[in-house]
């Protein structure tokens, strides 16, 4: 099993709380401007709607004392195909000035945490190859890099897929389905610009 890193010391200005489903108008255009000026990918906000739809209680903000974004992780978690329980963290964005300070490993614990109380066997992750810093947060997490995806993003960068082992036998139950899992999760992000129209638009 792997272990995460002991958590950097909190930020005493910064409140953590869990996404509420009844505070879209407030929250989701700030999650959707923070994302997307952070994250390689220009997701259209069908692609919000369907991690916060329905893994809501997998998504935690950071809020300043008036209650401003500050940083926000999305996650989800869901069987594939008959084998391991996999939580999928899908963005992760931390505004600059508070970067360095603790804040995107404390909100990537909460989701571990969150995800490994609903029984996750494996979480797994992808950050582009040139983001060293994203890259030394998930390894002190205990993330292990699993493979290389050659030009993985919509725009043409390439990537590292990283997997965190919760539960004994995961990495060995992981290699009997990891191909299948490289198709999945690349069928929901890359396609961001074409957006989900079968999902409610409100």
Known sequence: ???????????????????????????????????????????????????LYQWGDLCFMALDSEDTLMGVVVSKL????????RGYIAMLAVKEEYRGKGVATKLVRM??????EKDADEIALETE????????LYERLGFLRSKRLHRYYL???????????????????AMGY????????????PSALQGYHNLPSQ
């Open 1 to 51: 099993m792997s272990h995460p890193a002991p958590l950097e010391t909190a930020n005493p200005d910064v409140r953590y709380v869990q996404y509420r489903s009844d505070k879209e108008t407030t929250y989701l255009p700030a999650i959707r401007q923070m994302i997307s000026k952070d994250l390689s990918e220009p997701y259209s906000i069908y692609v919000y709607r369907y991690f």
């Open 78 to 85: 869901e069987p594939h195909r008959g084998g391991p329980m």
């Open 111 to 116: 989701a571990i945490d969150a995800m490994i």
């Open 129 to 136: 190859v040139t983001n060293t810093a994203a890259m030394k």
């Open 155 to 173: 725009n043409g960068n390439t990537a590292f897929r990283f997997l965190l082992y919760v539960k004994e036998g995961a990495a060995t139950a």
């Open 178 to 189: 990891d191909e299948a899992y490289e198709t999945s999760d690349q069928q929901i992000l």
